[in-house]
């Protein structure tokens, strides 16, 4: 497995403005996914993360909304726009190489006021 | 599309003791893995388990094994010897061979009590 550095860890924000997490990688890996964990809830696919191509989105979910940018094969960002309270969350970045498990970043708690 | 359903919302059992977790899936598919999550208060997602469904063995790794069973598409957790740091939320988790994206259970929150 690798390391996931993200960041912020935590950040409370207010309504209306954007807030964006980083994922970085240490070391090269073929997929990159962004997960919403809401509170006491389960893990939600927001999207996968393609390297130099626009990300996929699962359904609900809207670039508009979740912009996510993968210049590299170590590095993405999600950034959360226009955020209300209903954004407060957990989210985690993921990576994997094919054919082995999915190891996660240490998450970032959002809490939108 | 494949689920994953958790029954068990929360389950507490005493150190040392031995306890079982559930999961069932539903999926059409042949080839796919299933992975067993802990989620402690740090956020931190761990990989405790993983199995391949086309192996018959049941995963072990240490204290973790697992009973898979294709047929009836259950795969349940079971954790020997508890011990307090395993406190935590379990998730059990499903992808298919060749897209790594994960679908999620519900979680089970499993505390150990001293």
């Known amino acids: 497995s690798a390391v996931i550095s993200q960041k912020p860890s935590r950040d409370i924000c207010q309504r209306g403005t954007s807030l964006t997490i980083q994922c970085q990688v240490d070391s090269q890996v073929t997929m990159m996914f962004w997960y919403r964990q809401q509170p006491g809830q389960s893990l939600t696919l927001i999207a996968t993360?393609?390297?130099?191509?626009?990300?996929?989105?699962e359904s609900g979910f809207v670039i508009d909304k979740f912009p996510i940018s993968r210049p590299n094969l170590t590095f993405s960002t999600l950034t959360v726009s226009n955020m209300s309270p209903e954004d407060s969350s957990i989210y985690l970045c993921?990576?994997?190489?094919?054919?082995?498990?999915?190891?996660f970043g240490q998450g970032t708690r959002l809490t939108v006021v | 599309a494949q689920t994953v359903t958790q029954s068990q919302p929360e389950m507490s059992v005493q150190e040392a003791e031995t306890v079982t977790l559930s999961c069932t899936y539903d999926?059409?598919?042949?080839?796919?893995?299933l992975f067993w999550y802990k989620q402690p208060p740090s956020r931190q997602m761990i990989l405790v388990i993983r199995?391949?469904?086309?192996?018959?063995q049941n995963a072990t790794e240490n204290r973790f094994s697992v009973n898979f069973q294709k047929a009836a598409k259950s795969f349940s957790l079971k954790i020997s010897d508890s011990q307090l740091g395993d406190t935590a939320m379990y998730f059990c988790a499903f992808n298919y061979f060749g897209n790594e994206k994960l679908t999620f259970g519900t979680g089970t929150r499993l505390t150990i009590i001293p």
């Open positions: 993921s990576a994997d190489r094919v054919g082995t498990e999915a190891f």
């Open positions: 993360a393609n390297q130099g191509s626009e990300a996929t989105y």
């Open positions: 999926t059409s598919e042949n080839n796919y893995y």
């Open positions: 199995q391949e469904a086309y192996k018959q």
